[in-house]
Structures are given as structure tokens and as C-alpha cells.
């Protein structure tokens, strides 16, 4: 491919996270010294809270923040993001909380938090020459790819493991493009990704070699938090954990906010969730080591289960750093919540919307989440799409004969 001057808004370069060592703006993911993952660095002199205000409302407002060109707003694309923060009152008197939010990313196109990390690869993708957009998949992502790539009128080549719900199989199909399902499990796919993606150079596989640009748009959940609570950080927000890159981004948007001065400097703490079917961060955490040893997932939540984690580690870091915890729960647990939020809220999440909430009250009990301090958790998907956890106990109240006297005696008056 070209190698031609990148113009992506004000990204200035990728940076090594391991050695420092310093790349010009292109298709690259890893060091050429150490094989460490790259990190967008920027200039942020463009930023103003008055230019992020006057901006679309959705992730765009943050461009000068992301790594993408200056016309993104103009050409096709989902418009993730902006989506509400819900104040949870009822759930928060359930739990004993003194003020809790979920940040609900149900409501992007394709239902799930992707289509934000989706739509800043494709920008990147296209201004490095790429012509196909690609990506290994847990389900969420296949959907965003699919549904992104179709709009922008691009061929699409999603992977996904055979044994998916049935839901999100539907969901990426409807939209045309290359569709494989796969005999094996995520990281098996993972695997064959980035085999495609070495012999095929214009393929974007935007969560492998163009991730550096697509993991930036995890950053934008974080500053749509702090925006809607009208420019200041939570003191404690949840995160749920699949490669880690949303955790690790939201920390990175938070520290970003604050340098900037758009808010208020002072401490926070991330928390992460896993299910203890798929818990390698959480078992790392919990044991006090550095490494994240790789696990074979066993999880209802499937939009979850990478067995071996790309940003482990420094999920690890940023957890640790700002104080906060990382813990699991059982799939009996993701169920109960998912059935908690639904009654308290009327907010329908998914399975890791089910892992988040549950791992939220396990460390609200265990005294490690402070029931006094302002909480923020994500559900980053669509109940919708996993029907199956919870259909065994979600069912109609009664089954009557259309007659008053059925309704009187199945006692429900
Ligand atoms: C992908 C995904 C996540 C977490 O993704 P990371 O790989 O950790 O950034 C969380 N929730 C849902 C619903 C997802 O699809």
C-alpha cells in the first residue's frame, strides 16, 4: 500500500506502549522493536469543550480527539454513539446506592458498543488505502462490521466462531457481505484473522491491524460520561472485559479530560467485570500477578469470552492504578442481573450488560464498591440479542382462555 501522508485529524503518530519507540500515522499495529501495541498520540490543540458542544450528536463531536479525517462527518456512516446515560434510581434504592447510572449502548445502530470502535476503523481504514473491512468476532462486532461496511458501500469479510446465537448470526447475514462462521472458538478465529491478514494487504481487520484506530473509539463512552454528567467524572465506574480495550480507553478518555483541564482533576477508580466462565483479568487481578494467563471460555456471555485477552495487562495497570477491582460472576448470576436491571429500570441488557451489573453488586457487598460514591456501569449490549440466557425465566404471566372469568381465576387480580 502507499505510503503516502496520512491525514487523520489530529493524530500525529502511533507510539509504542512498551518502548516508547515512535511510527508515522499508517497501517501498523505492532513494534518492529519489541512487537508491543501501538497507541494513537495527538495534537490536542483544537479541542474545546465550545467545539465538542457545537458538534453532532453523536461521536463525532469528539473528532478532535480521534484519529480520524476532518470530513468523517460527511461521509456514510452508522453515527454511533451519544446514547443516554440513564439515572437509576430504583436500581440504586434495590442495591443500597446512594447514586447510580448506567451509560445504556443498547442504543447504537447495531445494538452494541462496536458500532463506535467500528465506525473510527472504518474512517482510519479508508484514509490508509484499506478496500475491505474485516474482523475475528465474538457477535457485536460482526454486526457493527457488517452494518458500517454496508452503508459506506465497501465489501465486508466478518469471522465468527459456528457455535454464535442464533440472534447474532441473523444480524450480521441481513446486511450482505463475506460471512464465516468458523468450527472453533474465538481465539481460534482470532488466530485465523491475522493469517488472512497477512496475505491479503488491503483488508482491514479493524480489532488486528488497524486496532491501534479502532480501540480509540472505546475512548468516546468516556467522554460522553463525563459530558452528560455535565463535564465531571464519576467517582466509580464498571467496565466489562473482553479484550480489555473499552476499560483501558475509558481511563485513557478520563486522564485525557483531565489534562485538558474539561474537567475537574480529581480521583476516580475503574472497575472490571468478567464471567468466571471466561476470568483470566479477574483471576490475574485477584491473584496479584502482572501476566494474564489464557483460559478456554465456558459462558453464557459469548460477546465476552476471549479466552486470552490482547490488553490484559494493562487493563491490570489502570485498574490498579486508580484503586478499583476486578471481579466475576457466575452465568446463574448474568441471568439475575440481566432480570434486575430489566424490572428496576426497564432497561433490556444483554449478557455483558448481566456480568457488569452482577459483578457491580458482588463488589458492592464484598465492601470493595463504596454504596456512597456517584457509580457509572455500561451495559454495552442489547438483551435482544441474547434471548436464549434469559428465556427460561422470562415468561408471560398466565396462558387463559379469552374470557373474564379465565383472567378472574388465574388469580392475577
Ligand atoms: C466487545 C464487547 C465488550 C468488550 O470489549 P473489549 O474487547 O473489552 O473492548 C463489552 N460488551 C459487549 C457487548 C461487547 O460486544
Not at 493469517?195 to 491479503?200: D, K, V
Request: hydrophobic share 40%.
Amino acid at each position: 500500500m502507499s505510503t503516502a501522508v496520512r491525514n487523520l485529524g489530529p493524530a500525529t503518530a502511533l507510539t509504542c506502549r512498551e518502548c516508547g519507540e515512535s511510527y508515522d500515522l499508517g497501517p501498523h499495529y505492532a513494534c518492529e522493536q519489541c512487537f508491543g501495541p501501538l497507541e494513537v498520540s495527538y495534537d490536542y490543540s483544537q479541542v474545546s469543550r465550545e467545539r465538542i458542544e457545537s458538534g453532532p450528536r453523536n461521536i463525532w463531536r469528539y473528532r478532535d480527539l480521534l484519529p480520524v479525517p476532518a470530513g468523517v462527518i460527511e461521509t456514510p456512516n452508522t453515527e454511533p454513539g451519544f446514547t443516554r446515560l440513564v439515572r437509576a434510581d430504583n436500581l440504586a434504592e434495590s442495591l443500597g446506592v446512594r447514586s447510580l447510572w448506567v451509560k445504556d449502548d443498547s442504543g447504537n445502530p447495531t445494538h452494541s458498543f462496536k458500532d463506535r470502535v467500528v465506525a473510527v476503523a472504518l474512517a482510519a481504514a479508508r484514509e490508509l488505502g484499506f478496500k475491505v473491512l474485516a474482523c475475528p468476532s465474538t457477535g457485536n462486532l460482526a454486526n457493527a462490521v457488517a452494518a458500517a461496511a454496508a452503508r459506506a458501500g465497501i465489501r465486508s469479510a466478518v469471522f465468527v466462531p459456528s457455535d454464535l446465537e442464533q440472534q447474532k448470526i441473523v444480524t450480521t447475514a441481513v446486511y450482505g457481505g463475506t460471512f464465516v462462521t468458523v468450527d472453533g472458538n474465538y481465539d481460534d478465529v482470532n488466530r485465523l484473522a491475522s493469517e488472512i491478514a497477512g496475505e491479503q494487504d488491503d483488508w482491514a481487520f479493524v480489532n488486528v491491524n488497524v486496532r491501534p484506530y479502532y480501540a480509540e473509539g472505546s475512548k468516546t463512552i468516556g467522554y460522553e460520561v463525563a459530558e452528560q454528567l455535565g463535564w465531571r467524572l464519576p467517582d466509580q465506574i464498571v467496565v466489562p472485559i473482553a479484550s480489555g480495550s473499552q476499560l483501558t480507553k475509558i481511563d485513557k478518555a478520563f486522564q485525557e479530560l483531565i489534562k485538558l483541564g474539561l474537567v475537574e482533576d480529581k480521583p476516580y477508580k475503574v472497575f472490571g467485570a468478567q464471567a468466571t466462565g471466561c476470568s483470566p483479568v479477574a483471576a490475574a487481578f485477584k491473584a496479584g500477578h502482572d501476566a494474564v494467563r489464557p483460559v478456554k471460555p465456558d459462558t453464557i456471555a459469548k460477546s465476552l469470552a476471549i479466552g486470552n485477552p490482547a490488553d490484559g495487562p494493562y487493563v491490570l495497570d489502570a485498574v490498579r492504578r486508580t484503586g478499583g477491582a476486578i471481579e466475576d460472576v457466575s452465568d446463574e448470576e448474568v441471568v439475575d442481573s440481566i432480570g434486575l436491571l430489566a424490572r428496576t429500570e426497564g432497561i433490556f441488557g444483554e449478557t455483558a450488560g448481566g456480568v457488569t451489573l452482577g459483578s457491580l453488586r458482588k463488589l458492592l457487598s464484598s465492601g470493595v464498591l463504596d454504596p456512597g460514591a456517584e457509580t457509572v456501569f455500561i451495559n454495552s449490549g442489547d438483551g435482544l440479542k441474547t434471548l436464549d440466557a434469559v428465556a427460561p425465566v422470562a415468561k408471560p404471566s398466565a396462558n387463559i382462555a379469552p374470557s373474564f372469568d379465565a383472567f378472574r381465576k388465574a388469580g392475577l387480580v
